[in-house]
């Protein structure tokens, strides 16, 4: 066993301290006059006045130890007690050993520094200068005499600054930053209170004011009281409203606004959204359909007579003033706003005061959950488009929002909208209706059990009151089988619900075909999309007068609006024979592709879009891409629902594509950047609690989702059923059956192939342009090889249809 060291750490610690602040007070109090005249020290000391004591801390050894540093070393002698000092405090906190670079650094330290000031200022003839002795002969002696004065101190003070450097392992450049920036930290705070505290002025002044004001509106009001009727003043004052004793700004007078509430029933027994006659016309195969009765809101259950709990007015201000405590019990200063409750949420705005960054709220989130003992919430810092904080919490009782109010919403039936989705009723109590032609696609994403079927269904009942099966027709995908099944029956469908996930590319493929063909047949009319076609002037009917065309032939909506424009200038086209039909190269396609006289809006809708993805996520996703970047001018429209928002999944193709979204609760902040591109969807409280992002918009709404029961939709179903019966298109189902290849040379694709078949179309991407030749070059494959493939990747539909030697246009984006 090692014998334990004699000295500890601590030992040599306390005394090297001890010595070092011995030597220190020594050398801060030096003075000559403390100086016995002993020796050759009479000739160092001077006299004393009568009575005057000594200066020394440490007395006349002080003295004589002062006089030791500062006859060595000059003024550098203060560097022996900071050593020493340093050393005992290594020893006695660190356990530190007595490094020899250390001591050799203080010994550089002291040296330079005396050197330096003997260059500095030191007398060549005497060593009693600034330097001591020791400054005189390196200086004088050695510095001088080598490198001159300039030389001298720029060497000896870089020297001093390098081995302080080494010594601290402090930054001298940094240093002095980081104190020049803790002085601007002082001098901007200081301002900031010296603002606030006029600010705090001026509001105190303006609580005086108004409370002055009351009291005399009060007095006035008792005069005249009295005056009137005597025994009136024998009533109690109005209690003051607690909203008005909040502190005053320059802020409107804030407000508690109550959006829960239902709206009353405004539709009458047997009232329909939409009650127009349907227009006989023809599309997919709509004969039956003339007589198409469409449902009315008595098939959904009555709006419930009674209100739903009123908002208690202390409850929400005691949380309130919980809110504005929390925060300045952190040193945020805010001023309270408006409250909101909503069906599900109340919103809490707060005004920061001038010059507080509102990140430091958004920070204080878990504190302000603690202080209001919510379960979620939700910080909007600011709230999108408002200059306040918003502050979202849970309501304890949670009012539902049945479809049929917002069914009854004139929102819902005005002609603005040309496909209305009843979404939902956002925290103030303002209906959601999105219009999914102007979407034109929608992703709704969310946890399972937060109400995405709900919402599923309240998108296709909306659908259902509006449209006819020779309106809009479905392709509903449903690989959990059991969500969509009751839809069966509906007139709608072009085929059965398909649940088979093998069968979903075929299916997805066939709405790619529909597309295309409708885009030829738009191109063989001379329109440009959806919208004029279906309000085209007939050919049959050109020399019909325009007004009698419109009256005569009424679309669907008769509130929809005519695309007069392209209405004219078809009709100028035709009447200059630009568009008349005797060209030759036409001829073929026209026999081809049909003209119906209109088309019916085809929605893809696809629950859950995860096992798709995992049986052929090339091909679905491409598929969806076509669609989504195509199919809004051919009246095309997606709506696809995940429970599973992962970034394989819902790929960046599919989200660059379909920009409007939906998010229903999910369980981390990276589930809804997935879905949003933004953190939110986590903090909301389920069962319908929604954010819906719009079109063409950054802002996100938080919303109450619709509610509509299994029953609601049943009755709406077999209303529609009993209208007509399911009117399967016979080839469509075939075609889909057989896998949709369409008699291509799919066939006999092995795995090898498979692989082959990515990588061209990893080329066709990155090249936006597809030729065998390019092929054969970039994956050095022979002609029929590459020729094959370049077939293959048409009838996937990667790339266009061969146009002569010109290279094909790649579709996917
Ligand atoms: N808008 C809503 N208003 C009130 N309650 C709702 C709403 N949406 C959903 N809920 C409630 O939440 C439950 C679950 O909703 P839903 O079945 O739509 O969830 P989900 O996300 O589709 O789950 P899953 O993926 O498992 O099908 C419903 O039974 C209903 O009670």
């Known amino acids: 066993m090692p014998e334990a060291p004699r000295w500890s750490n601590e030992v040599i610690g306390i005394i090297l301290i001890c010595a070092g602040l011995l030597a220190f007070l020594s050398v801060i109090s030096y003075t000559p006059k403390d100086l016995p005249k002993w020796g050759i020290l009479e000739a160092f000391a001077q006299d004393r006045g009568p009575g005057e004591p000594r200066h020394n801390f440490i007395g006349i050894i002080g003295a004589l130890l002062g006089f030791a540093q500062v006859s060595l070393f000059g003024s550098a002698g203060y560097i022996v007690p900071v050593a020493l000092i340093w050393f005992g405090v290594a020893k006695l906190v660190f356990d530190a ?222 949380t309130q003033r919980t809110i504005v405590d929390t925060l ?51 910080i909007l810092a600011p709230i999108p488009g408002k200059d306040t904080v918003g502050i979202e919490l849970a309501n304890s009782q949670k009012v539902s929002v049945p479809l049929r109010e917002l069914l009854e919403d004139p929102e819902f039936s005005s002609a603005k909208k040309k496909i209305p989705l009843a979404l939902g009723k956002d925290v103030y109590g303002k209906t959601v209706i999105g219009d999914l032609a102007a979407m034109p696609h929608l992703l709704v994403a969310g946890a399972t059990g937060s109400g995405k079927s709900v919402c599923i269904n309240s998108i296709i009942a909306s659908m259902l009151f509006k449209f006819g099966p020779h309106e809009l027709r479905f ?83 008769a509130d929809e609006e005519v695309d007069m424009e392209s209405i004219e200038s078809i009709a100028s086209a035709l009447e200059s024979g630009e568009l008349g039909p005797e060209a030759d190269e036409d001829e073929l396609p026209i026999e081809e592709d049909k003209v119906p006289d209109r088309y019916p809006y085809i929605v893809v809708l696809i629950d859950e879009l995860a096992d798709l993805m995992q049986t052929a996520p090339a091909d679905v996703e491409m598929c969806i891409a076509r669609i989504a ?27 660059a594509n379909i920009p409007c979204r939906i998010a229903f609760q999910v369980s981390s902040q990276l589930d809804s950047r997935v879905i949003l591109d933004t953190k939110g969807a986590d903090k909301l409280v389920g069962k319908g609690d929604m954010l819906y992002l719009p079109p063409g918009s950054a802002k996100l709404e938080r919303s109450q989702g619709a509610f509509v029961s299994d029953e609601e939709v049943e009755r709406l179903v077999n209303h529609c059923a009993a209208q007509a019966e399911p009117n399967f298109e016979v080839d469509i189902q075939r075609s889909i059956d057989s896998g949709g290849d369409d008699g291509d040379d799919e066939d006999d694709i092995s795995p090898a192939d ?50 002569g030697a010109k290279p094909r246009e790649v579709y996917l984006k």
């Open 629 to 655: 970047q195509k199919a809004r001018a051919a009246g095309i429209h997606l709506i696809i629902a995940t429970q599973t928002p992962r970034a394989d999944v819902v790929t960046g193709i599919i989200k």
């Open 475 to 557: 392709i509903m995908v449903d690989p959990k089988v059991v969500e969509m099944q009751m839809y069966n029956k509906l007139p709608h469908l072009v085929v059965p619900v398909v649940t088979d996930p093998k069968k979903v590319v075929a299916a997805l493929k066939w709405v790619v075909n529909e597309m295309e063909k409708r885009y030829r047949v738009f191109a063989k009319t001379g329109v440009r999309n959806f919208d004029s076609f279906n309000s085209r002037v007939r050919p049959e009917k050109t020399e019909t007068p325009a007004e009698e065309v419109a009256e005569e032939t009424p679309p669907w909506n």
């Open 328 to 378: 300045r019990a952190f040193g945020i200063e805010v001023t309270p706003g408006d409250i909101t409750r909503g069906p599900t949420i109340t919103r809490y705005e707060i005004y920061p005061s001038t010059g507080l960054r509102v990140s430091r709220i958004s920070q204080l989130e878990a504190d302000l959950a603690r202080a209001t003992r919510a379960e979620r919430i939700n």
């Open 97 to 318: 050993r007595l490094w020899p670079r250390t001591m050799i650094g203080f010994a550089v330290l002291t040296l330079s520094g005396a050197a330096f000031m003997h260059a500095l200022k030191g007398n060549s003839e005497d060593f009693t200068g600034p330097g001591g002795v020791t400054g005189y002969l390196l200086g004088e002696f050695v510095f001088l005499r080598l490198i001159g004065k300039v030389g001298s101190l720029i060497l000896l003070g870089g020297t001093y600054l390098v081995a302080l450097i080494l010594l601290t392992g402090q930054k001298p450049v940094g240093f002095i930053k980081g104190c020049s920036r803790m002085v601007g930290d002082l001098v901007a705070r200081f301002r900031e209170r010296r603002e606030q505290a006029g600010f705090e002025a001026s509001k105190e002044e303006l609580r005086s004011v108004e409370r002055d004001r009351e009291r005399e509106r009060r007095r006035k009001e008792r005069e005249a009281a009295k005056a009137n009727t005597p025994a009136a003043s024998l009533e109690p004052e109005p209690e003051p409203n607690p909203q008005q004793e909040l502190p005053l700004r320059e802020t409107p007078a804030p407000q508690i606004i109550d959006a829960s509430q239902r709206r009353l029933a405004s539709s009458k027994p047997g009232d329909k959204p939409f009650d127009h006659k349907a227009s006989g016309h023809l599309s997919l195969s709509t004969a039956g359909f003339e007589d198409y009765d469409r449902p009315g809101f008595d098939l959904l259950d009555p709006l419930p007579e009674e209100e739903a709990p009123e908002a208690n007015r202390d409850e929400l201000l005691a």
């Open 754 to 803: 498979e692989e082959l078949i990515m990588k061209c179309i990893d080329v066709a991407r990155q090249e936006q342009k597809c030729s065998t030749s390019l092929l054969q070059r970039r994956l050095r494959l022979g002609y029929t090889r590459a020729a094959r493939m370049v077939d293959i990747l048409e009838a996937r539909g990667v790339v266009g249809p061969g146009d």
